[in-house]
């Protein structure tokens, strides 16, 4: 599972430091994608795998699946971490998240977020009265 909230950076070549906390469960490698809210998503193989059987299952012959299909995997780039920890966002991903030098990286359950700071501030503080709201939602008569 992951939680928190980091601030690594970019190196010059597009690498960025996982969180420590974050490495162990990553070590075999992970897949990095668009996340909706134009953030970057990363997941453990395993974790993109059970994603891409759900998807399997999907009726192609909808055009919202082909849609959503497309966009993940189009952009989709699997990763090994370094020694040190970092693994490489291409330059589209990048471009995509508007990543820079300057990152938040947050854990969020079963997969990680890569938000550009100015992105991640923005979204929080729209989310933040929501976030009260939605309970009664995502947990329904507790």
Known sequence: MFFGTYTP????????????????????GLVVTRGQERCLTVWSLEDFGRLTDRLREAPVTQKSTRDYVRMLFAAASQEVPDKQGRINIPAPL?????LRKECVVIGSMNRIEIWDP????????????????LSDEVFPGI
């Open 94 to 98: 990048r471009d995509y998240a508007s």
């Open 118 to 133: 100015t992105a991640w501030a923005t979204y929080s503080e729209e989310q933040e009265q929501k976030f009260s709201e």
């Open 9 to 28: 950076k970019l190196d010059e070549k597009g690498r960025l430091f996982l969180p420590a906390k974050f490495r162990d469960e990553l070590t075999e």
